[in-house]
């Protein structure tokens, strides 16, 4: 039998709202900036790949956000919510991969890349969410 997770990790794993607020927030800019706003600020990534693809990460990272809040608070399907925290961990750790190769700064992208991992961590293996 195994042992409850302690009060102290479910509320370590609250982490989930605001990751959720910060990817929902972040996908929305990505989706409502103008084109040439994006072109501007992400330059040689829209000119190698588009701004089609700053639009999917956009929905991406808005869809991950719904994912990590919506299966826990329902509790249907909650095993949604440590899969759109893998997934977001995933576009981050991509994320952390492009900044670096251009010589930019990683913390931020590496905050979210650890926060992201330690909920996948915690939702798969300490502190599942029960279904109804």
């Given at each position: 039998?195994?042992?409850?997770?302690?009060?102290?990790?479910?509320?370590?794993?609250?982490?989930?709202g605001v990751l959720a607020l910060a990817f929902g927030m972040?996908?929305?800019?990505?989706?409502?900036?103008s084109e040439a706003d994006i072109i501007q600020q992400s330059?040689?990534?829209?000119?190698?790949?588009?701004?089609?693809?700053?639009?999917?990460?956009?929905?991406?990272?808005?869809?991950?956000?719904?994912?990590?809040?919506?299966?826990?608070?329902?509790?249907?399907?909650?095993?949604?919510?440590?899969?759109?925290?893998?997934?977001?961990?995933?576009?981050?750790?991509?994320?952390?991969?492009?900044?670096?190769?251009?010589?930019?700064?990683?913390?931020?992208?590496?905050?979210?890349?650890?926060?992201?991992?330690?909920?996948?961590?915690?939702?798969?293996?300490?502190?599942?969410?029960?279904?109804?």
């Amino acid at each position: 039998m195994s042992t409850p997770p302690s009060k102290f990790l479910h509320i370590l794993l609250w982490i989930e709202g605001v990751l959720a607020l910060a990817f929902g927030m972040i996908g929305v800019t990505k989706l409502t900036t103008s084109e040439a706003d994006i072109i501007q600020q992400s330059g040689e990534l829209v000119e190698k790949y588009g701004v089609g693809l700053i639009r999917f990460i956009g929905i991406a990272e808005v869809l991950g956000a719904l994912g990590l809040i919506l299966p826990a608070a329902l509790r249907i399907l909650p095993i949604l919510t440590p899969l759109a925290s893998l997934g977001l961990a995933i576009i981050m750790g991509l994320a952390t991969a492009l900044h670096a190769s251009k010589g930019e700064p990683i913390v931020t992208q590496v905050v979210f890349l650890l926060l992201t991992l330690f909920v996948v961590w915690g939702r798969f293996s300490k502190a599942p969410i029960s279904a109804r």
